[in-house]
């Protein structure tokens, strides 16, 4: 695997693990696929990707969200 990208899909997972630890409601969304989660979790990477702390994940889906 890429290691752009496997550095991507770990920095998710831990992202999504470390919410779903702090937040139960949240750990309940993912674990019952609820359909809400599938909104949720583009935003809450966008969030991230506000802060700089997305590793450029949503460039890859987005890539004009640099574009000001």
């Known amino acids: 695997m890429n290691g752009k990208l496997c550095a991507q899909l770990i920095h998710f997972s831990s992202t999504m693990e470390g919410l779903s630890e702090k937040y139960t409601k949240f ?3 993912i674990e019952y696929r609820d359909t809400d989660i599938f909104v949720m979790i583009p ?3 966008i ?3 506000c802060e700089g702390d ?3 994940i949503c460039e890859v889906f987005l890539p004009d969200i ?3």
């Open 66 to 68: 640099s574009n000001k």
């Open 43 to 45: 935003m809450i990477m």
């Open 27 to 29: 750990k309940d969304l």
């Open 54 to 56: 997305d590793k450029s």
């Open 47 to 49: 969030l991230k990707s």
